[in-house]
């Protein structure tokens, strides 16, 4: 059984924005953030600071912890996938390295993610205004695994959901990295279909100006590629055209999950996205679920039909009168 951690208490009095509920736990739906990012980027941090930041502005918020292996969670988390399933013990059990570990801990966790849907959906008062998903560094075990597709979707079909990637800005000065990091957000988005919010943290060390100017103009990132001839960099500059698109309708912000700047602007653009997915995601999510619903209708009908038809051949015909 999935439990919850006693609460860290929200404080009373806080509003949220007039949205509508799909959830059934209140008027207002939360907003889910699931926070994805590469090892090291800063996912953690921000949780941590998110957390006294929703403390401080006294807004309820919920907390889940998705990384089986981190040793130590500075948040207090109201549910810990660590309480359900132990990494290491998972490990010997089914010989497995630290990545299958970690894989097989989210496949166990995710067989009970209808509990912790339930937990998230309990009615509390203040209401939930939003729900932050910690997940590993071990991007692609978040991403492409099943699991991580079973507990997108099922936040996604519960309430409005979005991702936050989050972004070593110091490590993205280089155009290279900084390209690596923009093809994964645009394949996580993809994969995801969620809207998506582009978190350079670290800000305090390098203000991410620099990575928005590449972004608003294909001229500034090719100068900064200019010293290198290398293959990598020409394809950069490919990719960068490519990714033009992609660039003009991403939201994106930058805090310092270490001295709190930013905060308030992110959660706009977390609203944001919530607002996104009311307008754009959910319409689409709904006409999927009805195809699968009508295909499965139509499936149930077309069994029926067959079996009345053979019953139909079972049935002993009444014997023809005789003629004499
Ligand atoms: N200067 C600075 N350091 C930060 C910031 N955020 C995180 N760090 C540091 O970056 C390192 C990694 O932070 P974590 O929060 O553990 O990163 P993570 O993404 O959760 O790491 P994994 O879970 O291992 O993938 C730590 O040393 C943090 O102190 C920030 O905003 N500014
Ligand atoms: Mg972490």
Same mark, same amino acid.
């Given at each position: 059984?999935?439990?919850?951690?006693?609460?860290?208490?929200?404080?009373?009095?806080? @509003?949220? +924005?007039?949205? #509508?509920?799909?959830?059934?736990?209140? &008027?207002?739906? /939360?907003?889910? !953030?699931?926070?994805?990012?590469?090892?090291?980027?800063?996912?953690?941090?921000?949780?941590?600071?998110?957390?006294?930041?929703?403390?401080?502005?006294?807004?309820?918020?919920?907390?889940?912890?998705?990384?089986?292996?981190?040793?130590?969670?500075?948040?207090?988390?109201?549910?810990?996938?660590?309480?359900?399933?132990?990494?290491?013990?998972?490990?010997?059990?089914?010989?497995?390295?630290?990545?299958?570990?970690?894989?097989?801990?989210?496949?166990?966790?995710?067989?009970?993610?209808?509990?912790?849907?339930?937990?998230? @959906?309990? +009615?509390?008062? #203040?209401?939930?205004?939003?729900?932050? &998903?910690?997940? /590993?560094?071990? !991007?692609?075990?978040?991403?492409?695994?099943?699991?991580?597709?079973?507990?997108?979707?099922?936040?996604?079909?519960?309430?409005?959901?979005?991702?936050?990637?989050?972004?070593?800005?110091?490590?993205?000065?280089?155009?290279?990295?900084?390209?690596?990091?923009?093809?994964?957000?645009?394949?996580?988005?993809?994969?995801?279909?969620?809207?998506?919010?582009?978190?350079?943290?670290?800000?305090?060390?390098?203000?991410?100006?620099?990575?928005?100017?590449?972004?608003?103009?294909?001229?500034?990132?090719?100068?900064?590629?200019?010293?290198?001839?290398?293959?990598?960099?020409?394809?950069?500059?490919?990719?960068?055209?490519?990714?033009?698109?992609?660039?003009?309708?991403?939201?994106?912000?930058?805090?310092?999950?270490?001295?709190?700047?930013?905060?308030?602007?992110?959660?706009?653009?977390?609203?944001?996205?919530?607002?996104?997915?009311?307008?754009?995601?959910?319409?689409?999510?709904?006409?999927?679920?009805?195809?699968?619903?009508?295909?499965?209708?139509?499936?149930?009908?077309?069994?029926?039909?067959?079996?009345?038809?053979?019953?139909?051949?079972?049935?002993?015909?009444?014997?023809?009168?005789?003629?004499?």
């Amino acid at each position: 059984m999935t439990s919850e951690r006693p609460q860290a208490a929200p404080a009373a009095g806080a @509003e949220n +924005e007039a949205a #509508p509920s799909t959830s059934g736990c209140g &008027a207002v739906p /939360p907003t889910v !953030i699931l926070v994805i990012g590469m090892a090291g980027s800063g996912k953690t941090a921000l949780m941590q600071r998110l957390n006294s930041h929703l403390h401080m502005r006294k807004i309820p918020g919920y907390i889940l912890n998705l990384d089986p292996a981190v040793l130590d969670v500075p948040y207090g988390a109201n549910i810990d996938i660590r309480d359900t399933v132990n990494y290491k013990n998972v490990m010997k059990e089914y010989n497995l390295g630290p990545n299958g570990g970690i894989l097989t801990s989210l496949n166990l966790f995710a067989t009970r993610f209808d509990q912790v849907i339930r937990l998230c @959906e309990k +009615e509390r008062n #203040p209401p939930l205004q939003f729900i932050m &998903a910690d997940t /590993p560094g071990q !991007i692609e075990i978040f991403t492409w695994s099943a699991s991580g597709s079973i507990i997108t979707q099922a936040f996604a079909s519960s309430f409005p959901t979005m991702i936050a990637y989050v972004v070593d800005t110091p490590r993205c000065m280089s155009p290279q990295t900084f390209m690596s990091n923009m093809l994964q957000a645009c394949s996580i988005m993809y994969k995801g279909q969620l809207p998506l919010l582009l978190v350079f943290n670290k800000t305090d060390v390098t203000d991410h100006q620099f990575a928005l100017d590449w972004m608003k103009d294909y001229e500034n990132f090719n100068e900064a590629l200019e010293s290198d001839s290398t293959y990598a960099s020409t394809l950069s500059r490919s990719l960068s055209l490519v990714l033009e698109e992609f660039y003009c309708n991403l939201r994106t912000v930058g805090v310092s999950a270490l001295t709190g700047l930013g905060m308030d602007e992110f959660l706009e653009g977390v609203k944001a996205c919530g607002q996104d997915w009311h307008r754009f995601y959910k319409p689409e999510l709904d006409r999927r679920q009805k195809a699968k619903a009508d295909a499965e209708a139509q499936r149930q009908a077309d069994e029926m039909s067959k079996l009345s038809l053979d019953r139909q051949a079972e049935t002993p015909r009444p014997p023809s009168a005789s003629k004499t």
